[in-house]
């Protein structure tokens, strides 16, 4: 009589566990899985480098350094065609303006009846910058100083507001688009929303107002505030969808 085959190993229940969980959070089906751990990653990477960043501000490191040559180059080669172009940059996104285009863009997801993509940009946008507010607060980090100063601000300079602002804005806007477009496009409109973030960041280094170091830790940290928004609101999404499948009748 020919022997049964053998029994194909089982793992104990201490390995079962781990890698059980491993999967879940690898699934792309469930509400606490791949979304999750992408958007957490996501946030722990962001937060890893606006923290080096504010490390190296706190310290005056080498990045401090850095700030100072950059501001000298960028005096030097001021212009006044130059300065005109950032001043209007700057002006079109201070708080006003980033909270009035906010705005019409929460109108606008609203017409089309997506609440989800309100709460969203409600959430990202104004939260955002209270945060990068109180951020302000925490470090309390002095502007930079000239002789003949382009503007002159008495408020804190790390990190940058305008900054913040933009990068929450146009993150938000340009993930709306991707949802609304065609594939082919996806590329440039990642590449204008990046770009446009840059420019702000640009106009207030030019104009004498932040460190490089300021508006690069604001885009970090922003983009750690849309991580968690982006993560939350996609988790919420699938829960719902979750509790609506287990309610349906079989």
Not at 16 to 23: M, N
Not at 172 to 192: E, K, N
Request: proline content about 6%.
């Amino acid at each position: 009589m020919p022997s049964p085959p053998p029994a194909s190993p089982t793992l104990p229940d201490s390995s079962r566990k781990p890698l059980g969980f491993v999967r879940a959070r690898l699934s792309p089906e469930g509400y606490l899985g791949l979304h999750l751990t992408i958007g957490m990653m996501a946030v722990l990477l962001a937060v890893f480098v606006f923290a080096n960043i504010a490390e190296d501000v706190m310290t005056n490191d080498g990045l401090v350094l850095f700030d100072e040559r950059v501001l000298q180059w960028l005096r030097l080669h001021a212009t006044p065609t130059l300065t005109a172009l950032f001043i209007f940059v700057t002006t079109m996104h201070n708080t006003l303006g980033v909270l009035l285009m906010t705005c019409l863009l929460a109108m606008w997801m609203g017409a089309k009846k997506r609440w989800d993509w309100v709460l969203l940009v409600l959430l990202s946008v104004p939260l955002g910058m209270l945060l990068n507010w109180l951020l302000k607060s925490v470090f309390q980090r002095d502007r930079p100083i000239f002789d003949q100063p382009i503007l002159t601000l008495v408020t804190y300079s790390f990190p940058s507001g305008h900054t913040a602002a933009a990068t929450l804005f146009y993150g938000v806007l340009a993930a709306w688009l991707l949802t609304l477009l065609h594939r082919a496009w996806w590329a440039p409109v990642v590449v204008v929303a990046a770009g446009m973030v840059l420019l702000v960041a640009l106009s207030r280094v030019y104009l004498g107002v932040h460190y490089p170091s300021d508006v690069l830790a604001a885009m970090a940290s922003s983009t750690a505030w849309l991580a968690i928004t982006f993560t939350g609101v996609a988790t919420w999404r699938k829960r719902q969808r979750f509790v609506l499948n287990r309610s349906r009748p079989t």
